[in-house]
């Protein structure tokens, strides 16, 4: 199906009354969205044409009102921090911008004024493209991306300054073989995570922690197996309290479907987590967050960060 763009010159072209038909699109007010350069709004979505992902925009400091810009056929949009981009779309920016593009090959390619990056076909094995059509198979990916941002009531602090998104209420089941990866908004720092045993809550444990910003890597393998509240205080006296159910290993998890069991060893992770997100039971949300947020922060994987953080309006 041709786009409105598409139609619209056609239009003009053979139309003798060309100057009427503009009159008539500028008094519908469709003229400066028809003739400007038209947002598309597949451009910059989550979906399984993903092959890459605006990592960064920034303009040089004496030229701030500088954009840069995504193209796919006839539609041009602003490109911002966590566009999506697929297979042709080219990226380019004007005089004074930048950008920093994640590829699927761990590559960071930058943008520039008259350097565009143009995003290729992945074909090296076609690993890429069939984790991403196993993905589709069975999930929306911005319904995931909407789920990964959710705050749900039961999981605001009591002052409501600090929150958990993407989780649901109730309990969270969290592998002990694996790092616990938690991300948090609002409160100020410093921050302190504990947990605080079932039996003997005026006890609570701090097993080895790395806190950057708002992210918490934890160490849980030296945690007893049992009932606990996942504690989250900032400086400024906010907290929230998760309960957690720390269980041995991922045999506890879910039977995963089995296309993503057969799945490239490199992305099956996250496609776990995402189908975990998605489809698993609620008290998988922690982990399959975990998950998400340790493969995008540590191996840069751009499914999991374009999941876990959307575009930029």
Same mark, same amino acid.
């Given at each position: 199906?041709?786009?409105?763009?598409?139609l619209?010159?056609?239009?003009?072209?053979k139309?003798?009354?060309?100057a009427?038909?503009l009159l008539?699109?500028?008094?519908?007010d469709?003229a400066?969205?028809?003739?400007?350069?038209?947002?598309?709004?597949?451009?910059c979505?989550?979906t399984a044409?993903?092959?890459?992902r605006?990592a960064?925009t920034?303009?040089d400091?004496d =030229?701030?009102?500088?954009a840069?810009?995504v193209?796919?056929?006839n539609?041009?949009?602003?490109?911002?921090?966590g566009?999506?981009?697929?297979?042709g779309?080219?990226?380019?920016?004007?005089m004074?911008?930048?950008?920093?593009i994640?590829?699927?090959?761990?590559?960071v390619?930058?943008?520039?004024?008259?350097h565009?990056?143009?995003v290729?076909?992945?074909?090296?094995g076609?690993?890429?493209g069939?984790?991403?059509?196993i993905?589709?198979?069975?999930? =929306?990916?911005?319904a995931?991306? =909407?789920?990964a941002?959710?705050?749900?009531?039961?999981?605001?602090?009591s002052?409501?300054?600090?929150?958990?998104?993407?989780?649901?209420?109730?309990?969270?089941?969290?592998?002990r073989s694996?790092?616990?990866?938690v991300?948090?908004q609002?409160g100020t720092?410093?921050?302190?995570?504990e947990?605080?045993p079932?039996?003997?809550?005026?006890?609570?444990?701090?097993?080895?922690?790395?806190i950057s910003?708002q992210?918490?890597?934890?160490?849980v393998?030296m945690?007893?197996l049992?009932?606990y509240?996942?504690?989250i205080?900032?400086?400024?006296?906010?907290?929230?309290?998760?309960?957690?159910?720390?269980?041995?290993d991922?045999?506890?998890?879910?039977t995963?479907?089995? =296309?993503?069991?057969?799945?490239p060893v490199?992305?099956?992770?996250t496609?776990?987590a995402?189908?975990?997100?998605m489809r698993?039971p609620?008290?998988?949300?922690l982990e399959a967050l975990?998950?998400l947020?340790?493969?995008?922060h540590?191996n840069a994987d751009?499914?999991?960060?374009?999941?876990?953080?959307?575009p930029?309006n």
């Amino acid at each position: 199906m041709e786009d409105r763009f598409s139609l619209v010159w056609k239009l003009l072209r053979k139309s003798q009354y060309a100057a009427a038909v503009l009159l008539l699109l500028a008094a519908l007010d469709v003229a400066p969205r028809v003739l400007a350069s038209p947002q598309g709004s597949g451009i910059c979505a989550l979906t399984a044409g993903l092959r890459a992902r605006i990592a960064k925009t920034f303009s040089d400091s004496d =030229n701030t009102t500088a954009a840069v810009h995504v193209e796919r056929g006839n539609l041009v949009r602003e490109g911002r921090a966590g566009c999506i981009l697929e297979a042709g779309d080219v990226v380019s920016a004007e005089m004074g911008a930048h950008a920093l593009i994640d590829m699927p090959d761990r590559q960071v390619a930058k943008v520039d004024y008259g350097h565009p990056v143009t995003v290729p076909e992945y074909r090296s094995g076609g690993a890429f493209g069939r984790v991403m059509r196993i993905l589709y198979d069975f999930t =929306n990916l911005d319904a995931a991306s =909407n789920m990964a941002g959710t705050v749900d009531g039961a999981t605001r602090s009591s002052s409501q300054s600090l929150i958990v998104p993407g989780l649901v209420g109730g309990r969270q089941y969290v592998d002990r073989s694996e790092p616990l990866y938690v991300r948090w908004q609002g409160g100020t720092p410093p921050y302190r995570v504990e947990f605080l045993p079932g039996l003997t809550p005026n006890r609570p444990l701090a097993p080895p922690t790395e806190i950057s910003g708002q992210v918490a890597k934890i160490t849980v393998g030296m945690l007893p197996l049992g009932v606990y509240q996942l504690r989250i205080t900032g400086g400024d006296g906010s907290s929230i309290s998760i309960p957690i159910y720390v269980v041995p290993d991922a045999s506890q998890m879910p039977t995963l479907p089995a =296309n993503i069991s057969i799945a490239p060893v490199g992305e099956r992770s996250t496609l776990s987590a995402a189908w975990l997100l998605m489809r698993g039971p609620p008290e998988w949300r922690l982990e399959a967050l975990s998950i998400l947020i340790g493969q995008g922060h540590t191996n840069a994987d751009i499914l999991a960060q374009a999941i876990l953080t959307p575009p930029a309006n």
